[in-house]
Every structure is written in structure tokens, then in C-alpha cells.
């Protein structure tokens, strides 16, 4: 039997010393602050579990849907929702940071995934850049570097523009800067160890830094640059094209002027709205929506003017 119920969710948000205010401006969220940080659209996390917003399981959050509706999802053998799909406002820089990987996460953060993610740039300033890699040649340099605070020198920073889509393994160190607008899929994973934070203070204290776990992750050398950015603006319109394939997920981009026909064949299929309006299956949808189309469900039917960003977890196997 077609699960034809499209899973619509309520964002769950963050305010953070770094965040801001497009949040609300500019994608019509119902939130408060000058400090709003991220909008966690589609998450089943302990630290942000987003809840049905209409239809039949209105009002139950995304994981106890995982848990109790596996059918939702093709019965998928992972014990908790794999992908976590955010906006973050960065008013101000980000710390410079990095994330452990699966093995290192289980053994020191109670069993946490590690965190895998991938950033599409959705807003920027001009002659704009990440931080993404680092400088240090060796372990002994990292140590030398970082203990050091050398932070110019270690830090590696590549230009990028609105448009732009980043893969980020764990193990890089990376940090978001201030005027950017993004949105990230990623591990459902809320492990980040700051490595400097430009001595901020937050409510009076010094954020905690994590040195040693960061020394103990950050890969070494950092990975090149080659083929780690993206440009979305000539790519096909009225398609699903394929953004990256990774261990964890699949994500794809969407640049919607006419009515289309998508055939569901995933274990289901995440989607935000980034740009625009239109309807899917007679329902209507706009920017800064997130909506799951669940395992099974058959041909939707995508019709306006939107651009779209869609995941899948990049994984099929089946509980026993």
C-alpha cells in the first residue's frame, strides 16, 4: 500500500552568540530574538526533535515516528534518523572547529554518530570565503600550531560564492563566516569541538574549547581543495540532480519552473525549500519549508517556481 502522506515539520531553532535575524526576515519563521542562529527543519536529535505539523500524525515528533512507524522510512536498520537538515544565520564568524568520525564519536561521545556534512550557500557578502583545511604539514605542526595559537598561519580559507555546495568530512577543520546564510545536511550528530573562538565571551565566561579531542581528530594533511566546491548555477532546471554521494547520504538539487512528475524510489526523501513557491501533490509549500515524502510513496507532482534541496540517507539496509 502507496504511503501517500506527505510528512510536513516544525522547525526547532537555536540562538546562538554568532546568529541573527534572517531566520525570520527573510524566510518567515514565527521566532523571536536577534540572536537566531539555526532552524533545525528536519531532526530526530536529542537536542532537537522537530514535531508533525499536519495530517494523520500531527503533533508526534520525527523520532517517534522512526521508531514507531518504520514503514515510513523502508524499515531502515539504523537505530536512530540518520540525517539532521539545518539553516544557520551566521550574523558573526563561527568558531574554528572540527568532527569526529563514527569510531571516534561511539568511543567518546556515549555513542554518538560522528558528523559528516555538506553546506549549499544560499547567501553571502561579496568576495566572500570559508574556512575549510588547515596549513600544518604534520601532526608535530598541528600541535605546534594550534598549541601555539598560531591561527593565521594554520588556518586555510578558500573563496566562495552564493551558489556554492561544500562537502565537509569529519576530521576537516572548517568554520562558517559571518554574513553567510546556509543550509547544511549532515549527520544527525550534534558533536562539535571548537578549537579557537577568537576569545568571545558568552553571558560573561569563555566558551569551553576542546583542544585535545580536536588534535586527536583533525585529519593531517588537511585534504585539497580540488573538487571540494561546487557551483549550482549551471546546472539543469526541472531535474534531480545529484549534488554528492557519500557514505551517509545522497543530496540533490532541484530548480523548479513548471510542473514536473518524481518518482519517490528512495528509503524516503527529504526536502527543503529554499527560493520560491509551488505546491507538491496539490499541497502548497514555500520557502523554509521541510517535508519528508515517505518510503513508498509513489509519483509526486511538483509544479511553481521554487528552488529545492533534497536528501537521502545513502544507506538501504532493512531492520531484522
Known amino acids: 500500500m502507496l504511503n501517500k502522506e506527505i510528512i510536513f515539520l516544525s522547525p526547532v531553532f537555536k540562538h546562538n552568540i554568532w546568529g541573527g535575524e534572517k531566520l525570520r526576515e527573510d ?4 521566532v ?17 526533535d522537530c514535531k508533525v505539523r499536519k495530517g494523520r500524525y500531527a503533533g508526534k515528533t520525527l523520532s517517534w515516528l522512526w521508531r514507531e512507524r518504520t514503514e515510513l ?12 537538515i539545518k539553516l544557520i544565520d551566521a550574523k558573526d564568524d563561527l568558531s574554528i572547529q572540527v568532527h569526529p568520525d563514527d569510531a571516534y564519536a561511539k568511543e567518546n ?19 566572500a570565503s570559508l574556512v575549510i ?6 601532526k608535530e605542526e598541528l600541535k605546534a600550531m594550534v ?14 560564492k552564493k551558489g556554492d555546495f561544500i562537502q565537509i568530512d569529519p576530521g576537516t577543520v572548517h568554520a562558517i563566516k559571518g554574513g553567510f546564510v546556509i543550509l547544511e545536511t549532515q549527520q544527525n550528530s550534534d ?38 566546491v561546487r557551483n549550482t548555477s549551471v546546472m539543469k532546471k526541472n531535474v534531480l540532480q545529484e549534488l554528492i554521494s557519500c557514505q551517509y547520504y545522497k543530496v540533490f538539487w532541484i530548480d523548479l519552473d513548471r510542473e514536473i512528475t518524481l518518482e519517490q524510489e528512495f528509503p524516503f526523501l527529504i526536502i527543503s525549500v529554499i527560493d520560491g513557491e509551488g505546491s507538491v501533490d496539490g499541497c502548497q509549500v514555500k520557502k523554509g519549508d521541510h517535508f519528508i515524502l515517505p518510503y513508498n510513496y509513489g509519483t509526486a507532482k511538483f509544479d511553481g517556481r521554487m528552488q529545492m534541496i533534497a536528501s537521502v540517507p545513502n544507506n538501504r539496509n532493512k531492520r531484522l
Open 32 to 48: 523571536e530574538g536577534t540572536d537566531i542562529g539555526e532552524c533545525w527543519g528536519v531532526s530526530a536529535n536529542e537536542n532537537g
Open 73 to 84: 522510512f523502508g524499515n531502515m536498520d539504523i537505530d536512530r534518523f540518520p540525517l539532521l
Open 109 to 127: 561521545e556515549n555513542g554518538s554518530f560522528g558528523k559528516m556534512e555538506c553546506w549549499y550557500v544560499l547567501d553571502c557578502p561579496d568576495d
Open 133 to 138: 583545511g588547515h596549513n600544518a604539514r604534520d
Open 147 to 160: 598549541r601555539g595559537g598560531e591561527w593565521k598561519k594554520f588556518i586555510r580559507e578558500i573563496p566562495v
Open 27 to 30: 524566510f518567515g519563521y514565527n
Open 191 to 228: 558533536i562539535t569541538y571548537r578549537i579557537y573562538d577568537y576569545g568571545r565571551r558568552y553571558k560573561g565566561e569563555l566558551r569551553e574549547l576542546h583542544i585535545d579531542k580536536s588534535l586527536d581528530v583533525i585529519s593531517v594533511p588537511a585534504k585539497s581543495i580540488e573538487g571540494t
